[in-house]
Every structure is written in C-alpha cells, then in structure tokens.
C-alpha cells in the first residue's frame, strides 16, 4: 500500500547521493540524524527498470495462466504447478516441506493420503516464484542445477543432455520441464500412470515419452488447442504441440503474474523524496552496512545469483540421486563436485520475503526473527535445533512417516554444516537491530505482486479441480 505523507510512522527521506551524505529523518516534529552512510550504510541498488523484464504477448500469460492451474500435467491428474505454488501462501506452499504426489489439501492443510501414503517429502522448501521473468536471473532452484551458459548449444547446462533443450524459450521455461518428470512432486511413483511409467523407463523426450505424453493430453482439448494455433505461429495443427511449447506459455505467465518492482523500497529508490518508515529506514542502514546483509543479498532484487554455505539447519529426507539413500544435502556439490560448495545454497531473492516463510533450503524457520538470528549464528543454529529441543515444535510439517530430524540428532552431521558455513564469526545485532531488519523487509512486500495481476481462473479447459485442489 502506498504509504500517507506525513505520518507519525514516516520519514520523508532527501537523496542519497554520495556515501557520507546525512540521512534525515523526520519523526513527528522533529529531526533525528541517524548517522553519515559513509560509516553505516552502503551504495542502494539502482531502482528496477523495465527493460530487466522481456515484453509480454498476453495471449501466451492467458494460455500458460490456465496450464499452470491446470492438474493435467501431473501423471495422476490431481497436482498443478499451483499446487505447490499458491497465490495464496506468495507463491510457494506455506510449510517447511511441502507433499506432491500423495497428498491433499493445500498450503499448511496438505497431508498425505491415507489411501496413497507418499514415502517422501519434497526434499527441499518449495521457492517462490516472483521476478523469476527478470533478465538477470540466470540460474534456477536452490542447488542451481539449471542455469545459462553460452557454451552449451542450447544455451542451458542442466542435468539432461543438450540436445533434450531445444525449443525451451528462456531458462524460466526449462526450469518448468523438471517437477513434471519427478515421482515425488507431479509424475507419481513409479507404474502409477502412463507418464510415471515413461518416466521410469527413461524416456522423456520424442513420441511416447514422458513430455510427449502430457502434450498429447493438452493437445486432445479444443479449447487449449484453438489457444495453441492462435498463440504460436509455428503451429498449424494440434498434433504439433510440444511440450516445450506448454512450458514457454507457462514461463511468460510466470514471468508477468509475479514481477514485482512496486514495494515501498522500489517507490524509495525511484524517488528519494518519498515517505519511508522510520524504522525500516534503520533497519535499510544495517542492511546495507554493519549486518552485511547486503554482502549476498546484493542488487535490485536482494540477491547475488551466488551459492553459500550458511549452516542452515537441514531436515527432511535430503536431495540426492534416485539411487542413493538420502541423507546429507550437501547442495551445490551435487551439481558441481567441488568440495568448496557443500551444503551451499543459492542466495534467495528477498523480495515479499515477509510473505514467503517458512524459509531456509528446507524451511526449517517459520519465524523470521529467529532465522534472521540464527542465519548469523549457525552454530547457535544448530544448538537450537539439536536433539529434543523446542525450536522443532515451530516447524511446519505436513505429517507423514519419516525420521525429519536425523540429521540435526547426529553431532557428526550438525557439525560437517556448521564447519562448512562461510560465516564463521558470527554478527552480532540486538533485539532492536533484528526488529529494525525486520521492518526493512516489510518494505518488499509488493501488493501487485502477491494479488496477482491476473489472478486464478474460474476453470481450466480439462475440467479438473483448478489448482488440483478443491476450495
């Protein structure tokens, strides 16, 4: 909401324009001179420009708004990409680990199906989807197992083979091609449903295999093939629409659903003069000065695109290769094989972080106070949440069997992560300073961007339950 000029809450804040410059802050009746930048408080980011954001056909958000709600995409019928990724919990699923395949209900309600009982969680939180259209994000998921390099042929390095990449339009859309294919999260398990069966056999591209399967389904429905033909002009009949084809629509309906440069922060940084919470403003100088907030959480989106090791406490089953016991997640290792990345983790945007919670790699924090503390601290990270101690009984997790705390039980465990973590000295901030951070992030969240700006459909053309869960 646009702040009121004038309020007892508010500062009107001058220009900051080279380090060293004042801030004033004008609080009730008086002027407070909170400190010289050149001693607190590091450059601000340029405020975000359109052209971070490729231009929209709205046709294509229309079509790939309706695939995305729509559960046809997942092997047995009942999981949507908004399953997972709701409007109504910011775009992710409000829990620490959420349930794909095997579950019910939504959000914090979903829980496994007792007539299907899933034998995993998802292995990591589920991430929030805004500005992921923006130019500058060039690596997907937590472990950045997808990414852009100009090398490759397609201009991709993911864990398929290049020539399994073409026709995929942006990263955005390649990222969408994985959930499809994993028994846990759409796909179902193993001989459930003709794409898990695919799936199991390794095929996933040409006739009959995996993508092919769900592009059948899509194309076999008027109403999604007359949007295909329109929409697309390499289309000249329904047989022809391919599974990158589904994916490029839903990344444009992604891309323009959740851009978010419309917050408090982004109306301050396009015009200094404008009103700004006074205790946002300290928590903006800590920030971007002594906290070091701003070392990773870097740029117009709060992120440095960069992987660390930050000691986040690890529960859950763990992400590891199909063949393997999953234990340790040990993170970008696993995609690069440098020992200096284990238990390292994409540094995430903290725009509508506010929003986005539980947060961590594996949500283990559902306050943003204590991940805050604890993200400074690790090792008093793991202190909190080593055997039996209160700090579990805050975690959101759906109940299913399974043994979620075995890694922070194991000393040896807790301690490879802790010694792992790059910050090994740890910042110190008060009550106050985490109060102040606190108010700071507030100032990201983004009404336009948590609305929506198209919202959910009514219905989708295969006449399943739209977002694959019932109201």
Not at 98 to 115: C, K, N, S, T
Not at 374 to 391: G, I, K
Not at 394 to 400: H, S
Request: proline share 7%; with cysteine.
């Amino acid at each position: 909401m646009a702040a009121k000029q004038g309020s007892d809450d508010l500062v009107a804040r001058p220009k900051l324009r080279d380090a060293g410059q004042m801030i004033l802050l004008r609080f009730s009746a008086f002027i407070v001179v909170a400190s010289t930048l050149g001693a607190i408080a590091g450059p601000l980011p340029e405020p975000v420009r359109a052209s971070a954001y490729a231009p929209v056909n709205m046709d294509e958000a229309l079509l790939g708004q309706l695939l995305f709600y729509d559960p046809i995409l997942s092997g047995n019928k009942n999981i949507a990409c908004a399953t997972c990724h709701h409007p109504k919990f910011a775009t992710s699923d409000g829990v620490a680990l959420g349930i794909g395949e095997g579950g019910i209900g939504l959000g914090p309600a979903r829980r496994g199906d007792p007539d299907n009982m899933p034998p995993d969680r998802i292995p990591r939180n589920s991430p929030a989807l805004f500005n992921l259209g923006a130019s500058e994000f060039t690596v997907m998921f937590h472990d950045g197992r997808i990414e852009v390099d100009d090398t490759t042929r397609s201009g991709f390095r993911t864990p398929l083979d290049d020539d399994m990449l073409d026709g995929f339009a942006s990263l955005l859309s390649a990222q969408t091609m994985f959930p499809v294919l994993s028994p846990d999260e759409m796909a179902g398990q193993e001989l459930e449903n003709d794409v898990s069966k695919a799936v199991r056999q390794g095929l996933i591209t040409g006739q009959g295999g995996a993508w092919d399967i769900l592009a059948r389904r899509v194309a076999a429905l008027p109403d999604y093939a007359q949007r295909f033909l329109a929409v697309y002009d390499h289309i000249d009949s329904p047989d022809q629409i391919a599974f990158t084809d589904i994916s490029n629509a839903i990344s444009v309906f992604v891309a323009h659903e959740w851009r978010s440069d419309t917050s408090v922060f982004d109306a301050y940084l396009r015009d200094h003069e404008t009103a700004y919470p006074v205790d946002a403003a300290r928590g903006m100088t800590l920030f971007y000065g002594d906290a070091g907030c701003s070392n990773c959480h870097a740029g117009p989106f709060q992120t440095d695109h960069k992987f660390h090791p930050m000691g986040a406490p690890q529960l859950g089953p763990g992400k590891a290769a199909a063949f393997e016991t999953h234990v340790h997640d040990l993170g970008r290792n696993r995609v690069t094989g440098d020992p200096a990345d284990t238990f390292a983790f994409r540094t995430p945007s903290l725009r509508n972080v506010m929003q986005t919670g539980p947060w961590g790699h594996a949500g283990a924090h559902s306050k943003i106070d204590e991940f805050i503390g604890d993200h400074l601290d690790p090792r008093a990270a793991a202190d909190r949440f080593s055997a039996e101690s209160n700090a579990r009984k805050t975690v959101q997790l759906p109940p299913i069997e399974f043994d979620d705390w075995r890694e922070m039980d194991d000393p040896t465990a807790r301690d490879r992560i802790i010694q792992a973590a790059l910050v090994r000295a740890p910042v110190i901030l008060n009550p106050s300073d985490i109060a102040a951070l606190v108010a700071f992030l507030k100032t990201l969240d983004d009404d336009t961007a948590l609305d929506g700006r198209m919202g959910i459909p009514d219905a989708v053309p295969s006449g399943l339950t739209v977002g694959g869960v019932a109201d």
